[in-house]
């Protein structure tokens, strides 16, 4: 009696809910490919446009002549990460030639606008990173200032030690790439 009462209690919940169908016509379906299969998107297309007036449309700088292609200019990255020296501020030649690029990005595009955001590694005090870190970013401003970039249009802000790109306490592969100053086009 309680061996049919516990086989009726397991029997009767799959009556009434049923159980996962194992016919062959079911499992083939989930194996064969819908009639109409949705389209993935496989590579970006560029549609042509009519109107000019897309953001990449607008940022689109002409390509130089014949000539300057075959000088074989250097195409600098206008939105460069400028690292600095231990304890200082100072923006180092080797990335003025970018930070010229910069401005000249943005003398070309005067509707954007720059945040700066200087960072600095773990070693100090977090007052005095906040302090360092606010320095690097007002040494590129300036730098740009000097260059004809309205001050208006540059922002800075400082991280210190907050935003870390690396945690571990070694100088060659740690420590440089912590201290700089990162270029956000507004």
């Not at 509707?111 to 005095?128: A, F, M, W």
Request: hydrophobic fraction near 35%; proline fraction near 6%.
């Amino acid at each position: 009696m309680v061996l049919r009462y516990s086989a009726v209690c397991m029997l009767l919940p799959m009556i009434f809910i049923g159980c996962e169908s194992t016919s062959v016509m079911h499992r083939t379906n989930e194996l064969t490919p819908p009639k109409n299969p949705k389209p993935i998107l496989t590579s970006l297309q560029q549609n042509p446009r009519s109107d000019r007036n897309s953001l990449s449309d607008r940022m689109i700088v002409p390509k130089g002549t014949q000539t300057e292609k075959s000088n074989n200019l250097k195409i600098a990255d206008p939105f460069p990460t400028v690292y600095f020296s231990f304890d200082s501020w100072e923006v180092s030649s080797d990335v003025q030639d970018r930070l010229d690029a910069t401005a000249g990005w943005m003398s070309r595009f005067p509707q954007y606008g720059l945040t700066i955001e200087g960072h600095t590694d773990v070693r100090g005090t977090e007052s005095y990173n906040m302090v360092l870190g606010a320095k690097r970013a007002q040494a590129v401003k300036e730098y740009l200032k000097n260059l004809g970039i309205l001050p208006t249009r540059v922002n800075v802000v400082s991280y210190g030690k907050v935003l870390m790109l690396c945690e571990m306490d070694d100088e060659s592969t740690c420590h440089q790439y912590n201290r700089r100053a990162e270029l956000l086009l507004e």
